[in-house]
């Protein structure tokens, strides 16, 4: 120990434990692409289901902010509240891992290939009306059209 100045202790011969190098993608804390596909998974079910990010939020005991950080990847969502989203989507947890094996490319687990090519396409078209502005006319656009249809 040597004296500095206005009598400040220097320690010389004490090392300093080094901070732990985290190695990149080996972090556990930071999501990745797997992350980003389950909450891209959690986005296509809820928007499916026509419920709000406010609504599973709360379903779940988090803001809707955390909602959008699960489906953007950008935090990742812990086991308890993924058996939580399965069971309220009705689904097995495994449907949330949906499309994992695939490359770069996130995939709709609701588009799979059980269905056929007329679901598919209807699937696509319902899920683009989400840009419609008045979703009263909307309805009741689609209440007419239902209506046409002849029972088979």
């Known amino acids: 120990m040597t004296r500095g100045n206005n009598n400040t202790?220097?320690?010389?011969?004490?090392?300093?434990p080094a901070k732990p190098v985290l190695v990149k993608n080996h972090d556990k804390r930071v999501p990745d692409s797997k992350d980003r596909q389950v909450g891209h998974n959690i986005?296509?079910?809820r928007k499916a289901q026509g419920i709000t990010?406010?609504?599973?939020?709360?379903?779940?005991?988090?803001?809707?902010?955390q909602i959008q950080k699960y489906e953007k990847g950008a935090n990742k969502v812990g086991a308890g509240r993924l058996h939580?989203?399965?069971?309220?989507?009705?689904?097995?947890?495994?449907?949330?891992?949906?499309?994992?094996?695939?490359?770069?490319?996130l995939t709709n687990p609701i588009y799979e290939e059980s269905l056929s090519a007329k679901a598919q396409e209807l699937l696509l078209l319902i899920q683009k009306?989400?840009?419609i502005k008045n979703r009263k006319?909307?309805?009741?656009?689609?209440?007419?059209?239902v209506s046409l249809a002849v029972p088979s």
Not at 9 to 16: A, G, K, L, R
Not at 53 to 65: E, K, P, R
Not at 96 to 102: M, Q, R, V, Y
């Open 9 to 16: 202790e220097i320690y010389q011969d004490i090392q300093t």
């Open 43 to 45: 986005r296509a079910y």
């Open 53 to 65: 990010q406010a609504d599973l939020g709360a379903i779940l005991g988090v803001s809707f902010q």
């Open 84 to 105: 939580t989203i399965s069971q309220f989507f009705n689904l097995p947890i495994e449907q949330l891992f949906a499309g994992l094996n695939e490359k770069k490319e």
């Open 129 to 131: 009306t989400h840009s």
């Open 137 to 145: 006319q909307l309805i009741n656009f689609l209440q007419f059209f």
